[in-house]
């Protein structure tokens, strides 16, 4: 079983940072490719950013490219996600997620194991 949990989220004004942990509780945790979803009230599920199990592959939303950075150290089983220039559209719960493999994916589905979210809010 693979237990995630995010920290580091908090209300921040417009044109802030804050930067994201989760901590992964597996001693696998290299085997596995990372994800940052998010989730504004009233909207879906969307993809952020996805990192593969060695760090050498990342993705990014077209809405978070530029300004949003995703990285893990597999010693410390940890994915990060440091959040520049924040806009208000980026408040919203902001989940972890594993998926078993090598690939980049921005499928929320196709991630087996999801943390509990942590609230991003940003002020105008």
């Known amino acids: 079983q693979v237990q995630l949990v995010e920290s580091g989220g908090g209300l921040v004004q417009a044109g802030g940072s804050l930067r994201l942990s989760c901590a992964v509780s597996?001693?696998?945790?290299?085997?596995?490719?990372m994800g940052w979803f998010r989730q504004a009230p009233g909207k879906e599920r969307e993809f952020v950013a996805s990192?593969?199990?060695?760090?050498?592959?990342?993705y990014y939303a077209d809405s978070v490219k530029g300004r949003f950075t995703i990285s893990r150290d597999n010693a410390k089983n940890t994915v990060y996600l440091q959040m520049n220039s924040l806009k208000p559209d980026d408040t919203a719960v902001y989940y972890c997620?594993?998926?078993?493999?090598?690939?980049?994916?921005?499928?929320?589905?196709?991630?087996?194991?999801w943390g509990q979210g942590t609230q991003v809010t940003v002020s105008s």
């Open positions: 597996r001693h696998t945790f290299s085997s596995y490719t």
């Open positions: 997620a594993a998926r078993y493999g090598t690939v980049v994916d921005t499928t929320a589905a196709e991630y087996g194991y």
């Open positions: 990192i593969t199990w060695s760090g050498g592959i990342t």
